[in-house]
């Protein structure tokens, strides 16, 4: 079966969280990956929700939906508190239930602080 770009918004929205970790620390991370409409484009899927514990930074919801660009497979997300993380992924595991990953700060608080991740998708 070919991989299309409609099957991969239809794996990939919803709920998606695990934990990160890196040689220092380690912590918690949730993400909602939303479809979102993006004139000129069509239908794109994007995170519109990143939680992040343990990183030391106060921002939690996205101050607006980040498009992604899946042809490198990252984007950047605009936290609320000002900071700005980088996010690059591995497509979906052949069970299309387990996505990995890693992010950095880009800016902010915790600027430098990176990680990796292992999220599950959760059951809607």
Do not use: H
Request: negative net charge; hydrophobic residues 40%.
């Amino acid at each position: 079966m070919p991989f299309t770009y409609t099957a991969l918004l239809a794996k990939l929205d919803g709920t998606w969280s695990g934990t990160w970790q890196n040689r220092t620390g380690s912590g918690n991370i949730e993400l909602q990956f939303d479809t979102v409409d993006f004139p000129g484009w069509g239908q794109l899927v994007g995170i519109s929700e990143a939680n992040l514990t343990a990183t030391g930074c106060t921002g939690g919801a996205v101050s607006s939906p980040a498009v992604a660009n899946w042809q490198s497979a990252r984007t950047t997300v605009d936290f609320t508190d000002g900071s700005v993380a980088g996010f690059a992924f591995m497509f979906p595991a052949y069970n299309n239930e387990t996505l990995v990953g890693d992010f950095v700060y880009l800016s902010g608080a915790c600027e430098g602080q990176y990680g990796a991740f292992v999220l599950f998708k959760q059951q809607q």
